[in-house]
């Protein structure tokens, strides 16, 4: 059976069996990381302004959530605000800070009711003062619970971040809390913006685009992908568990070969590593 064949079958189960067996398949993603992409494309095909495509957006964050917390999913980040955001027209700058402000407000009640916990990644200090303090308050108030973490990546940039570990690691050399011998990725990574969280295991981008878009480049280095055609606000809870269904048929290797090659007889003779082929093949290029 082929991973799109398993795909058919699971995508014919009602919703509640299909939690059911995704479980029991185990394998979940411990954390997973979204790019919700394609809001002002899904307004523009309704005649829409652009600010009506993340308000519909925010049905799709509710549904991943709740799939994710009741999936058993650790942490779930969504890209919220980037730093390229910032270079947006002003007027819908301020829109999206506006509904972000409207939306924490307004979740809060249900995020705490569902065991959420609330954190933030990026460059905080940049979001404007009364959307900093919604979103402190936010967080303190869900800081005891114990389910799912909810990752809010704002005013945030990967390479931006990758910067700011590299300047912090300078600083730590520079005042004598490290020894340069002691410099090492695990080292590196405590300067990130987020150093407490995993890696993602999955990350999925709607809307079809095949980017990165500056999100979690040193974190997402062996995250499994998955692109979907869906735009944002289309994306829901079947949507989500599908993914992760795709996700646990998949082989992660971390670089190294697939279990049944290593499982393989070496073969020293091989005319893979045969050099005066390979020399012969060379020369005979154009």
């Known amino acids: 059976m082929t991973r799109q064949d398993d795909l058919n079958g699971l995508d014919a189960l009602p919703t509640d069996a299909l939690y059911g067996v995704l479980k029991e398949r185990g394998n979940l993603p411990a954390h ?25 957006g925010r049905h799709a964050v509710r549904a991943c959530v709740s799939a994710a917390g009741r999936l058993g999913v650790e942490v779930l980040t969504l890209f919220t605000f980037s730093q390229e955001n910032f270079n947006r027209p002003q007027a819908e700058v301020k829109a999206l800070w506006s509904f972000l402000d409207e939306t924490l407000a307004a979740e809060q009640s249900d995020l705490d009711r569902r065991g959420v916990r609330l954190v933030a990644t990026g460059d905080l200090e940049q979001l404007p003062a009364q959307v900093r303090g919604r979103l402190d308050e936010a967080v303190a108030a869900l800081s005891g619970n114990d389910g799912l973490v909810l990752n809010l990546a704002l005013a945030y940039g990967g390479r931006q971040e990758i910067l700011h570990a590299a300047l912090e690691l300078c600083r730590r050399l520079q005042d004598g809390e490290l020894d340069r011998s002691q410099v090492d990725e695990a080292a590196f990574a405590r300067g990130m913006y987020s150093p407490d969280l995993p890696d993602p295991d999955l990350l999925i981008r709607t809307s079809g685009e095949m980017r990165l878009s500056n999100f979690l ?3 997402c280095a062996y995250a499994e992908l998955l692109i979907s055609p ?32 290593e499982a393989a007889p070496a073969d ?9 082929r390979w020399k012969r093949l060379m020369r005979g290029r154009p």
């Open 32 to 56: 997973v990381a979204i790019i919700m992409d394609g809001n002002g494309r899904w307004a523009r095909k309704r005649h829409l302004p652009r600010v009506a495509g993340h308000r519909a």
């Open 217 to 219: 480049l040193w974190q």
């Open 230 to 261: 869906i735009l944002w606000p289309d994306f829901r809870e079947r949507e989500f568990l599908l993914a992760v269904a795709d996700y646990q048929g998949r082989e992660r290797r971390f670089g190294a070969l697939p279990a049944a090659e």
């Open 268 to 276: 020293s003779g091989s005319a893979l590593w045969d050099i005066s």
